[in-house]
């Protein structure tokens, strides 16, 4: 089938909200077009976020607590530029999907495990948010728009600061995430923790290998007191890697996801993605009511065409 883009819908429209002299809407699909042909791809989902996981709330009561809400300006542009996608995108054959309750990356990493099964495909997830390292391998990998980085297997380590994929989890936990109110360890930031597993090569994903890690002989008889702080927060680590593990959440809820997520993804990929053609009699009413014709470049048949062969 070639390649799947995975849009973090959210992630896009707040770095275009932010990006000067950008016309919002414009820049958005625009993005989205460029992408598309960058990877050649022959499919492409955008998800946006329909409010905090209700899975990770009922986990930990003060998941990102400590946001602010945005002012009522910035919710209005906001909201604009996420009707606009949500009213042009299915017309060329992109699903646009939010389900209330879940997060993207909840979204995203269950359509990584249904599309990515497949030696045929690939799937690139757009977005710069870390977290989604963890779904890096096989045919998965993830694109940074505003670096320009594609994140793969065969380059992952020059892309992580030299940790590898079976310890990004953990890293992650230990470093923490403050946007979503994850704090680590206090004190023990990206720098103690890469030095510690410099030369740690086991990897870190269970219960069991994380206890083995904190009761090696190295951190046993260090004296550091970062290092102590870091063996005394195991119940911490633990609970941020609940937190944070995308792969792991897909399989603790693989039920709720098969109630919840997959009617939803199934309804938006019949009724968008295998309509036999793009209607461009409504795909032109769109282009010019999305404000389309004002960006550059931006002509129908230019806009259009890379969604053709979906």
Known sequence: MGAVALFDGSFLIHRILHTPATDPLPGLLLTVRSVCVRFNCKRAVFVWESGRSK????????????????DEEYRSKFLAVLDGAKNFLPDIKVPCIGIPGWESDEIIGYL????????????????????????????????LPIKDIHVTKNNFLEYSGGIPEDQWLFYRSVVGDPSDNIAGPPGVGPVTIGGLLKDYMKPLRTPEQ????????????SKLKKVK?????????LRNMSLMDIRGFLVRHETLLNN????????????VCFRKSIDMTR????????GLERANRSNLAYMVTPFLAF
Do not use: W
């Open 229 to 237: 702080t870091l063996r005394e927060s195991r119940d911490i680590i």
């Open 112 to 143: 990584v495990k249904e599309f990515g099964g497949s030696d045929d495909n690939e799937c690139v997830v757009i977005s710069e948010d870390k977290d989604f390292f963890q779904l890096v391998g096989g045919r998965s990998s993830v694109y």
């Open 260 to 271: 919840e997520v997959a009617p939803v993804v199934a309804d938006h990929m019949m009724r």
């Open 283 to 290: 795909v032109a009413e769109n282009y010019i009511t999305s």
């Open 210 to 221: 994380i206890d083995d890690f904190l009761n090696s002989k190295e951190l046993v008889e």
């Open 55 to 70: 899975t990770k709330l009922a986990e930990y009561s003060l998941y990102k607590a400590s946001r602010k809400p945005p």
